[in-house]
């Protein structure tokens, strides 16, 4: 604290602080401090209190720090300096880290830039910069308040001077803060008159083409009767905040690489910080005094006076008259209004509730605007067009007034959402946005399939990208279909392979005839990943499922549907093997099922599941259990991970159920469809990603793993039911809300804004047809990382998580393993030990109950490996929360109690409006302020 730094040649010390806690710890500390014994006195008071302040009472120095920004008006920080420019003996006022109203767009720009990353458009950097900007809540000043005080206050106010920060670092402080010296007209007595330079002896360092070097040479012919002075020195340390923002004011189309060419300008900008103007002084051997008063009119350009010291100056500092840019400007523009964005909020609320009370909904307006002035054109008349842009409406479902389809291309758009949603096409307009009307990831596989059958060509990640009708009927009808084709065996190895002697090493391996190796071709990552997880705990990854048959199951019939899938299912007859040259891959072979017999359960569970399944062995085993007296039998399905998951699992089952029904099966597109099309991947472009997204990534674990647990393994679960949530306000999916809730909640814990946490895609959303309908394990596990800042709005977050998913799908299929190669901020990301996981509600195996009832004996080991994984299933009654973890790592309680607030945040986003912010959002629930209270 400021007044323990004080103590010596202290004679005073009066502090107001408004919280009574804070009075009596500095009160009791300083009667315990021989320096400070009789020499404090403490007020619970506020800042425009001074007039209580028990007399008699005299200071020469008053000091406000950042508790400035918590005033609520310039006007208020007025009063506050008449009073005490009031107070007996001040000589100065010293205001420390002034956050910068001339600045505060620059600080927006870069933070909207942090947040978003390096593949955001201007569009998006402009949006979410004028939502930070509505939402500021701290008092910002610009300079130009502090030089019009002597105008102001002439009989009390001498001199006032405007000074950055002197750091080497750089950050918001160094960036956007300054500091501001008051001299008082009583304090002019004690120190000499400040001196002048005229405006004609001003060198401007850009017109001059000035930089660091030109600059010491001009200063070593210096003498000490004259003084060199410097304006417009573009500030380092905000000069990429600047070219910045002077490219999202530029109205030109924007380049692709336009992030790019902003550093470049910044970089070839010569440019010096205030540690390099004091550094430039003492290499030539004299002073420098520096100001930013400026900032408005110079971009955040500093000025500098160079000087030598004079005899008689040796003991005291030169003080210089700096000019300023305050003369022109009406006293309001100098601050914010931070309750401004309280008031208008207040009244939006008030109108939509007399609208709501007063009008039928066919008549209340969609959305409520306050505007602090109409945009005015050239011609002095209202901006229509950008009228519109300040207001943009949220196309929802409930609109009666559509735009209706013209072309072909939207009419069948239209109907392929009225199917896909089951609603009416007259109710879908071209402004409607797809997830608005209720689609989600899953919808938009379905939808993706479905134009495929009509012969229009379109992806999960068009949808997302282009998610209006108009837009998207636009883009498909400049896209041709794209359509499957029948891949030949072996070709996705490499041609120079001796196919045969592939066929060979990989029979023996297996143990088989070399002529049962119907194909081979490479590993997705992910089953790469499951294998070597398997090899090093046995029984990872295993699933090992009961069905009780009903009493009226045919077993011949029964038997003969599972063999029928497993003969048209390539990926059901798989095994993972390891190739002397070309490392893993997987080898289907012609085989039926090998049906084990048992006449009891328990044994028979008991001896499977201590049967491994490794490199070259059979990866799903079937049994038939039959009690020796009764009648009751199961069917036992034991099978890898590699080649199943939680989408194609039900397809799986309602194939032998249809099988055994009609003794008719469904060929679907086979998984090596999908494999082809990792292979195809851009490699160079897969790194750059991934590098990109998760550089400098230094979140914190969580949670955090003691020294004593090496590998995590959930060993306790629980349950969680989330309460029906609304529709978001954002044209985004539940999936994109439970990634932001979840981001919210980490980074409470974590206390950061940039964390990183597992994800499980369902890795359908890759441009392959059919693989909606395709089985085999398309999931993949994924890094992500969410940078937040309190002043953020939830829409503008969710548009960014939204937008980050969307840009992903390329990527997901990377696989851990290889994006922790990808260098130190990769290998940091993914160590993380939180895992979520978002599953449709028809993923379950309960939901087919066709031929008996389901019974998962799998244990959570078996699928967990991380400290703690939330399973979020999506259903009517609302979001299921499935956590499993590992107790060592986490308590009970502890997960209790994040799960409650991970729920709790996801309602209070779902329920947000266009203007709440991230900082609005209330992590402690109900329960836990009672906890806190009670």
């Known amino acids: ?94 205001f420390g880290d002034i956050r910068s109203h001339a600045l505060h767009r620059e600080f927006l720009a870069t933070r909207a830039l942090r947040i978003a990353g390096n593949r955001a458009s201007k569009e998006e950097i402009q949006r979410m910069l004028e939502d930070m900007e509505q939402v500021e809540r701290e008092l910002l000043i610009d300079p130009g308040f502090f030089t019009s005080l002597p105008s102001r206050l002439p009989n009390l ?19 956007y803060r300054y500091t501001a010296i008051v001299h008082t007209k009583y304090g002019k007595t004690l120190c ?110 500093l000025d500098c006076i160079f000087y030598r010291r004079q ?18 400007r009406p006293q309001h523009t100098f601050s ?24 039928p909904a066919y008549m209340a307006p969609q959305s409520i605007h306050i505007l602090e002035k109409l945009p005015i054109n050239e011609n002095g008349k209202v901006d229509r067009k950008a009228l519109a842009q300040k207001t943009p409406l949220q196309i929802t479902g409930t609109q009666d007034a559509k735009r209706q389809p013209e072309t072909q291309a939207e009419r069948t758009m239209q109907q392929l959402w009225a199917q896909v949603l089951v609603i009416e096409a007259s109710r879908i307009g071209l402004d409607n946005s797809f997830f608005h009307l209720g689609g989600d990831s899953i919808t938009a596989m379905k939808l993706v399939a479905m134009a495929r059958e009509e012969g229009v060509g379109l992806t999960v990640a068009n949808i997302f990208q282009y998610p209006t009708l108009v837009d998207l009927a636009a883009l498909t ?16 190895l490499d041609p120079s392979l001796d196919v045969v002697q592939v066929c060979q090493e990989i029979a023996a391996s297996c143990n088989v005839d070399s002529s049962l190796i119907e194909d081979v071709y490479p590993c997705s990552p992910l089953q790469e990943g499951l294998m070597s997880l398997t090899s090093r705990r046995t029984g990872n990854y295993i699933m090992q499922s009961v069905l009780e048959l009903h009493s009226d199951i045919d077993e011949g019939a029964f038997r003969a549907a599972w063999e029928q899938v497993i003969l048209s299912s390539a990926v059901l007859r798989t095994r993972i093997v390891q190739h002397s040259m070309l490392g893993l891959f997987q080898a289907v072979v012609a085989e039926g099922i090998q049906w084990a017999e048992f006449n009891d359960l328990q044994t028979y569970l008991a001896k499977d599941k201590s049967i491994t399944m490794q490199l070259g062995d059979l990866l799903a085993r079937y049994a038939l259990v039959k009690e020796r007296e009764g009648e009751k039998r199961w069917f036992v399905w034991t099978i890898h991970h590699t080649l199943y998951d939680g989408w194609s699992l039900p397809r799986i089952l309602n194939a032998v159920g249809r099988a055994y029904r009609e003794n008719a099966v469904e060929k679907p597109t086979g998984f090596n469809a999908f494999i082809q099309h990792l292979g195809q991947q851009n490699q160079e472009a897969i790194t750059k990603y991934w590098q990109a997204t998760l550089a400098d990534c230094k979140g914190t674990v969580f949670p955090p793993l003691s020294s004593s647990v090496q590998q995590p393994v959930a060993d306790a679960m629980l349950e969680y039911q989330c309460p029906p949530l609304p529709k978001t306000i954002s044209n985004t999916t539940m999936s994109t809300l439970i990634r932001a809730a979840w981001a919210i909640v ?41 940078r937040f800042q309190k002043e953020l709005t939830v829409r503008a977050l969710l548009d960014t998580v939204q937008q980050q998913a969307t840009e992903m799908i390329p990527y997901e299929q990377t696989g851990l393993q290889r994006i922790a190669k990808m260098g130190v901020d990769a290998q940091h990301a993914c160590s993380f030990q939180t895992l979520v996981v978002v599953q449709p509600a028809n993923s379950h195996l309960e939901m087919n109950k066709e031929l008996g009832k389901w019974h998962s004996r799998s244990e959570l080991q078996d699928f967990t490996t991380y400290a703690l994984t939330v399973q979020c299933t999506l259903a009517v009654e609302g979001v299921q929360i499935t956590a499993s973890f590992d107790s060592r790592a986490i308590e009970r309680w502890q997960v209790e109690k994040i799960i409650g607030q991970f729920s709790f945040v996801m309602k209070q986003m779902a329920e947000a409006d266009v203007r709440t912010t991230i900082a609005d959002i209330n992590i402690l629930s109900s329960k836990d302020r009672q906890q806190l209270w009670g």
């Open 1 to 94: 604290m400021l007044l323990f730094n004080l103590s010596n040649g202290l004679q005073s010390y009066v502090g107001l602080d408004p919280s009574e806690k804070a009075v009596r710890f500095i009160t009791e500390t300083a009667r315990c401090t021989p320096l400070l014994t009789n020499k404090v006195r403490m007020y619970k008071a506020t800042a425009t209190d001074t007039s209580r302040i028990e007399r008699p009472f005299k200071a020469d120095l008053a000091i406000l720090n950042s508790v400035v920004q918590y005033f609520p008006s310039q006007e208020y920080l007025f009063r506050v300096v008449e009073d005490l420019l009031h107070v007996d003996g001040m000589k100065m006022l010293f």
């Open 336 to 359: 914010n209004r931070p309750l401004q964005q309280q008031f208008i909020k207040e009244v939006q609320h008030q109108l939509e509730e007399i609208v709501r009370l007063q009008l």
């Open 192 to 301: 000499k008159e400040a001196r002048r330079v005229h405006e004609s002896e001003w060198l401007d360092f850009e017109k001059q083409k000035l930089d660091r070097s030109s600059l010491l040479r001009r200063l070593e012919n210096l003498s000490s009767a004259h003084t060199i002075a410097v304006n417009n020195i573009p500030h380092s340390k905000a000069i990429f905040s600047r070219c910045l923002l002077g490219s999202l004011n530029d109205k030109a189309p924007a380049q692709k690489e336009w992030i790019s060419s902003v550093r470049q300008q910044a970089e070839q900008t010569p440019c010096l910080s205030a540690t390099d103007l004091v550094n430039v002084a003492e290499e030539a051997g004299c002073c420098v005094e520096i100001s930013w008063s400026r900032q408005y009119s110079q971009r955040g350009g």
């Open 746 to 786: 980490t980074g409470n814990y974590t206390n950061s804004d940039d964390v990183v946490f597992g994800v499980t895609v369902i890795g359908r959303n890759a441009p392959v047809p059919g693989i909606e309908a395709m089985l085999g394990p398309t999931i993949a596990t994924v890094p992500v990382r969410v």
């Open 477 to 492: 009808s400049q896209c041709a279909p794209t359509l499957g084709s029948d891949i030949a065996p072996f070709s996705l």
């Open 311 to 328: 005899p008689g100056d040796e003991a005291s500092r030169v003080l210089f008259e700096f000019p300023s840019d305050h003369a022109d």
């Open 157 to 175: 106010v001498e001199h006032v001077e405007i000074q950055p920060k002197r750091m080497k670092a750089t950050n918001e402080l160094s960036c």
